[in-house]
């Protein structure tokens, strides 16, 4: 997981080239997804193998996931990548979730006016 620090958009929508990202590593993670396997031709579904991956929580970024940020995607001519700086955590901005408390007196005030409303 990863927290965004900064984002700066460039003048090309269809380029992610141009953008730029300051990201920092959470020192926590999830393992997920499917593995998808070419096991004939590749020219129908059935020549391919899908297994599920489990699902793990990690305690740090793998080593695999910190690689991936500088690799380049698409085929020549139309290749692309996305910019991204590594960050520090503590320059991540935090905005905590409202408390089930506050959430709770809000839903109450909401039905006590309905109700005033229903009897004026």
Known sequence: MVC???EMFGADAKKASDD???LALLPMGFTWGFSI????KGTTKDDYTVTKL???WLAA???AFKTSWGQTYGKDPKTDKFNLAMGDCKDCLMIPEPG???LAVVGV???FAG???RRG
């Open 115 to 117: 109700r005033l409303r």
């Open 20 to 22: 730029t990202y300051k």
């Open 4 to 6: 965004v620090i900064e």
């Open 61 to 63: 970024p793998s080593d």
């Open 37 to 40: 396997e070419k096991t004939g």
């Open 100 to 102: 089930s408390s506050v």
């Open 54 to 56: 489990d699902f793990a």
């Open 109 to 111: 005030a909401l039905l």
